[in-house]
């Protein structure tokens, strides 16, 4: 059952169609990640289901109830932004306490839960220190603790990582992910970052200039998105497009591999490639490089697993290619996938 549900939900500032017209069912305990670029009204959204901005048109659903005229503290909803506040003269423990010592809960009870959270973002040693003391992405995990301990029915989170350097990112993602699972806590999470948004996702909404492009598992999103606008915003580097004339043939790097290495002879859709340059990244070589279509040249990319050794080397042109089953085919002018081959 949706747990939470926005119909034709809209949020205009004067001519900015910041949120313009969204419709969605987020499930009972998912973690749906909304992912975009910036500006395109992810943090809106987000403000609009927790209450703290009211919408030009549409409603909002909580549990079937419509509240879109409630207040937030009327919503049972946690939101960790990307900016948080803390309580400066408040120590880390009383900061994350805060909103249980409001309710009025036990002293042991409160202790407990604190320890709890701070042990699963790792921040225990840090609870008597207050938040001056403390480095960005403690502070993070700091709100989002605070946010932990109510244990709230959902949990909105704005970039809540952003603070974190790329290594305790991926570990607090990982903490983060247990958490909600044990829990079972409706988790709506928005990011910018694709691989935050795979790694993380039950399902993700991708959306752009205030819309949803798509909506879908990981899997689904990227090796069958809808749009090359999609297409283009996931995978790193991003699917390689191709004219050919009034279609765009896409493939994702990965795909892209040297004819000798692929030992099928049929369904092989070929592309000369004079290489430019070859990056070196432990696991995988990039190939960067230039093939022809209908109106000229156009840049692509190879990623090719290590285990694929053959010489690939740069001022040199070689036989590339695809596997049909790999190959995407997208309108020229919408961009959107078409279903079938042209
Ligand atoms: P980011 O990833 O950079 O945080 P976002 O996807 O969360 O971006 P929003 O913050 O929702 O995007 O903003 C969407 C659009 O609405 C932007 O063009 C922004 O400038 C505009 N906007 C947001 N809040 C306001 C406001 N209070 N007044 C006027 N325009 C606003």
Redesign the pocket.
């Known amino acids: 059952m949706a747990i939470i549900e926005t119909k034709g939900l809209k949020?205009y500032?004067?001519s900015?169609?910041?949120?313009d017209g969204i419709d969605l069912a987020i499930n009972e305990g998912e973690m749906l990640v909304i992912l975009?670029?910036?500006?395109?009204?992810?943090?809106?959204?987000?403000?609009m289901i927790a209450g703290l901005?009211k919408p030009t048109e549409g409603e909002i659903y909580i549990d079937g109830v419509e509240v879109t005229q409630l207040p937030p503290r009327n919503r049972d909803i946690s939101m960790v932004f990307?900016s948080y506040a803390l309580y400066p003269h408040m120590t880390v423990y009383n900061n994350i306490a805060f909103p249980l010592k409001a309710k009025k809960l036990s002293k042991k009870y409160i202790k407990e839960k604190v320890e709890w959270a701070a042990k699963i973002l790792g921040i225990g040693e840090l609870l008597e220190r207050k938040p001056r003391h403390l480095s960005g992405g403690e502070r993070q995990r700091v709100a989002l603790c605070r946010a932990m301990v109510k244990e709230p029915k959902i949990l909105l989170l704005?970039?809540p990582l952003s603070n974190l350097d790329a290594k305790l990112r991926a570990t607090a993602r990982d903490e983060l992910q247990q958490f909600q699972r044990q829990l079972g806590i409706t988790t709506v999470f928005?990011t910018?970052d694709q691989i935050e948004a795979m790694g993380l996702g039950d399902r993700i909404v991708v959306?752009n200039h205030?819309k949803v492009r798509q909506i879908g598992s990981p899997e689904e999103i990227y090796h069958n998105s809808n749009d090359t606008f999609v297409a283009t915003f996931l995978g790193s580097p991003g699917i390689n497009l191709i004219e050919r004339n009034n279609y765009l043939v896409g493939f994702r790097p990965e795909n892209f591999l040297p004819r000798e290495v692929v030992k099928q002879k049929k369904g092989l859709n070929k592309f000369p490639l004079r290489v430019s340059r070859v990056e070196h990244l432990g696991a995988d070589r990039l190939v960067y490089g230039e093939t022809d279509d209908e109106k000229g040249v156009t840049k692509v990319i190879a990623k090719l697993p290590s285990s694929i050794t053959v010489l690939v080397e740069s001022g040199k042109k070689y036989d590339f290619v695809v596997q049909e089953q790999h190959m995407r085919y997208f309108d020229d002018q919408s961009g959107i996938r078409l279903k079938v081959k042209p």
């Open positions: 949020k500032f004067d900015v169609k910041a949120v975009g670029p910036s500006g395109c009204g992810k943090t809106t959204l987000m403000r901005e990307q704005d970039e928005v910018h959306m205030g």
